[in-house]
């Protein structure tokens, strides 16, 4: 049970922060009416917006944040940064608290992990052009699959580090 828990929640989670951080990066920008336009005309970007922090590994967004910072460029490309590390960890202590194992809490987030970057390379045999909304280049479907779902088991290992840190399991 701490399983589905952990993985029903950590999905949850990680669907509703993707979706809350690209509204406020697209609000910032000034882009909100062009996103909804593009899901109005392209209904598959909606799986770009709830999985598409998966295709990020953690040391790119670790360098590309401070990469950011240090150049003084803070504005909200750097907010959706951000929301690139902070969605994935809101989602694996998310599972950490809910699980009530230690393998429930990091099973549940790692198949999260999974899950979204299974959708993203599907996505890239279904609609190939739809990836390029989220610069994500598809060359070989096969190739892109492979690539999403390595950067999907390192999200999922790295940040499940931190449900495991977080699970309700005393040991005394």
């Known amino acids: 049970?701490?399983?589905?828990?952990?993985?029903?929640?950590?999905?949850l989670a990680y669907i509703g922060l993707n979706f809350l951080f690209i509204v406020i990066v697209e609000t910032l920008s000034g882009d909100l009416n062009l996103l909804f336009s593009d899901i109005s005309s392209n209904p598959l970007i909606i799986l770009l917006i709830f999985f598409g922090t998966t295709a990020n590994m953690p040391g790119n967004v670790f360098l590309s944040m401070y990469a950011q910072i240090a150049?003084?460029?803070i504005d909200y490309n750097?907010?959706?940064?951000?929301g690139f590390f902070v969605t994935p960890l809101v989602a694996a202590l998310v599972a950490g608290r809910v699980?009530?194992?230690k393998g429930?809490?990091?099973?549940?987030?790692?198949l999260t992990s999974i899950l979204g970057s299974l959708v993203l390379g599907i996505l890239a045999y279904v609609s190939p052009a739809t990836l390029i909304y989220f610069s994500i280049p598809?060359?070989?479907?096969?190739?892109?699959?492979?690539?999403?779902?390595?950067?999907?088991?390192?999200?999922?290992?790295?940040?499940?580090?931190?449900?495991l840190m977080f699970t309700k399991t005393e040991y005394y």
């Open 1 to 11: 049970m701490g399983f589905g828990k952990a993985f029903g929640f950590s999905l």
């Open 99 to 101: 699980g009530e194992n």
């Open 104 to 110: 429930g809490s990091f099973g549940g987030f790692f």
């Open 71 to 73: 150049t003084g460029a």
């Open 138 to 163: 598809v060359i070989d479907p096969t190739a892109t699959l492979i690539i999403l779902l390595i950067a999907g088991a390192v999200n999922g290992v790295f940040y499940g580090a931190f449900s």
């Open 78 to 82: 750097l907010i959706e940064t951000i």
